[in-house]
C-alpha cells in the first residue's frame, strides 16, 4: 500500500505565501509524476501543477509565475511554493503521485487527503 501525506496548508492574507509538502511511503519502486490539484466548495477539482520524475514541470495558467513545483526523488516528496497568494486560490489542494509497486509493474495513480488553503482578501 501507498500513503501520502500533505503538510503545509493554513491561512495566509492575500499576497502571502505558503509552502505545501507531500511525503509519499509504503511499498514504491518508483515515482513517475507528482503533482497537486485543488478542489473549491462546489467546484470540480482541477490540476494545479505537475512534475515528472526528470523534472519536467507543467502549470494551469492561473497559477504560472505564482506557484513553483519540485520534488525531492530521494525522499518521494513533492513541494508546492506558492506565491502573491489571491482568494480565488482558496481551495482543499490534493497530492497526486503515479506510483509504481515494482519492476514491471504498471503505474498506479494515489491521493493525499487534501489539505486546506485560505486565503483572506
Known amino acids: 500500500q501507498v500513503q501520502l501525506v500533505e503538510s503545509g496548508g493554513g491561512l495566509v492574507q492575500a499576497g502571502g505565501s505558503l509552502r505545501l509538502s507531500c511525503a509519499a511511503s509504503?511499498?514504491?519502486?518508483?515515482?513517475?509524476?507528482m503533482g497537486w490539484y485543488r478542489q473549491a466548495p462546489g467546484k470540480q477539482r482541477d490540476l494545479v501543477a505537475t512534475?515528472?520524475?526528470?523534472?519536467?514541470?507543467n502549470y494551469a495558467d492561473s497559477v504560472k509565475v505564482r506557484f513553483t513545483i519540485s520534488r525531492d526523488n530521494a525522499k518521494n516528496t513533492v513541494y508546492l511554493q506558492m506565491n502573491s497568494l489571491k482568494p480565488e486560490d482558496t481551495a482543499v489542494y490534493y497530492c497526486?503521485?503515479?506510483?509504481?509497486?515494482?519492476?514491471?509493474?504498471?503505474?498506479?495513480?494515489?491521493w493525499g487527503q487534501g489539505t486546506q488553503v485560505t486565503v483572506s482578501s
Open positions: 497526486n503521485a503515479a506510483v509504481r509497486q515494482a519492476y514491471g509493474l504498471s503505474s498506479r495513480y494515489y
Open positions: 509504503g511499498s514504491i519502486f518508483s515515482i513517475n509524476a
Open positions: 512534475i515528472n520524475s526528470g523534472g519536467t514541470t
